[in-house]
């Protein structure tokens, strides 16, 4: 066998291919500050996905590399496409999203004003409405207006209902506080925001304190409160209005609204929903005097149960105004053991005596 052997001079270059020369790269990727895993969890290798570095490769790893820990990247990792995609889709899913919201809540706010206007129109229009017991407007150049209770299952009708009266209220700041407002203001009311502090027991006190802030410096505002409201229990009145009137030195009267036809909301309360055709009777009481703004709790409680009590009796007269025959919800939500006590021609004007002044401390809540 021959064998040829070539030289070429030094001058003479032979044209291949130069392979490109790579700096080494770490063999492992660890987040910053960490070494390889003692436990066998996942370890990331750069151009693979996260894998199981378990007990028999780290015993080569450590045996065969004098100083495994230094071939550990301590850079963070790349950021793989995929997920670098997904955060892209999230982001325009996000806008999308928002802008969809804000669609749906300015169509909210144009139509369902609207509809529920139309709807008591043609309740109250197809209806026989009757007026009964107090005139509310008298408190108004008697006292300079007055703080109204009622109980939440006629949320429904309140504001149509009473619109001739041109009531004043509060609605609380966010998307379903700005469907309120709409909603009322075509009812003829006053609204004003407020009761923006988070957790509940600061949001019912800073309501309160607007409330009195208000009233004080306003003539002639009537509110309407709805005193077991907004998640009850039912039938059991909170002292908010009862604390209202006292600090701004003004009467509290009550109302209930009732309804020969009506349908129920499948709510905490059942809320009333009146249908045409219908009779309606609004009852007016009052005007209860509280005490004086500087009272203790105890006064304050006991006029807020004496008036609890008061408006349990005008539901019941109200109701017994329109049942012929007593219904078995008749007492349904009202305390165990209670019992009507007015009879069936009760006194629903009560004596307009004098008022204490107003207290000198605005916005005191006690």
């Known amino acids: 066998m021959s064998v040829f052997v070539a030289s070429l001079p030094p001058s003479t270059a032979i044209l291949t291919k130069r392979p ?47 100083d495994a820990n230094a071939m550990v990247d301590q850079s963070p990792l790349p950021e793989a496409p995929r997920a670098q995609d997904k955060q892209r889709r999230d982001s325009w899913g996000r806008q ?155 009467p509290l009267f009550i109302e209930r609204t009732w309804f020969r036809s009506y349908a129920r909301l499948a709510n905490w309360d059942r809320t009333l929903v009146p249908m045409p055709f219908n009779r309606i009777v609004h009852a007016f009481a009052g005007p209860y005097l509280p005490p004086p703004p500087d009272s203790p709790d105890e006064d304050i409680e006991a006029f807020r149960r004496h008036v609890e009590n008061e408006l349990l009796e005008l539901t019941f007269h109200v109701r017994g105004l329109l049942e012929e025959s007593p219904r078995p919800d008749r007492l349904q939500n009202y305390p165990e053991g209670w019992q009507p006590s007015w009879g069936d021609s009760p006194e629903l004007v009560r004596d307009f005596a004098p008022l204490p002044s107003r207290s000198p401390q605005k916005g005191q809540t006690g």
């Open 96 to 250: 999308v999203k928002k802008a969809l919201t804000r669609a749906l809540l300015a169509l909210n706010w144009a139509v369902v004003p609207r509809l529920y206007m139309a709807w008591m129109w043609l309740v109250f229009r197809t209806s026989r409405v009757e007026d009964v017991g107090l005139d509310i407007e008298q408190l108004r150049p008697a006292y300079g207006g007055a703080v109204g209770a009622l109980w939440h299952d006629e949320v429904v009708t309140v504001a149509y209902a009473f619109r001739k009266y041109h009531g004043h209220t509060l609605a609380s700041h966010g998307d379903f506080g700005e469907l309120i407002t709409r909603m009322l203001q075509m009812c003829n009311f006053t609204v004003f925001r407020g009761g923006s502090s988070s957790g509940r027991s600061r949001r019912s006190t800073q309501v309160l304190n607007d409330m009195i802030e208000h009233m004080n410096a306003n003539e002639n505002v009537i509110y309407g409160i709805t005193v077991d409201g907004s998640k009850g229990p039912p039938y059991r009145m909170k002292k908010g209005a009862c604390i209202v009137a006292s600090q701004c030195a003004k």
């Open 20 to 66: 490109r020369l790579r700096e080494p790269r770490p063999l492992l990727h660890l987040p910053p500050g960490r070494s390889l895993p003692e436990d066998g969890r996942p370890v990331s290798v750069k151009g693979s996905a996260p894998f199981a570095f378990g007990e028999r490769g780290k015993r080569w790893l450590l045996g065969n590399c004098s």
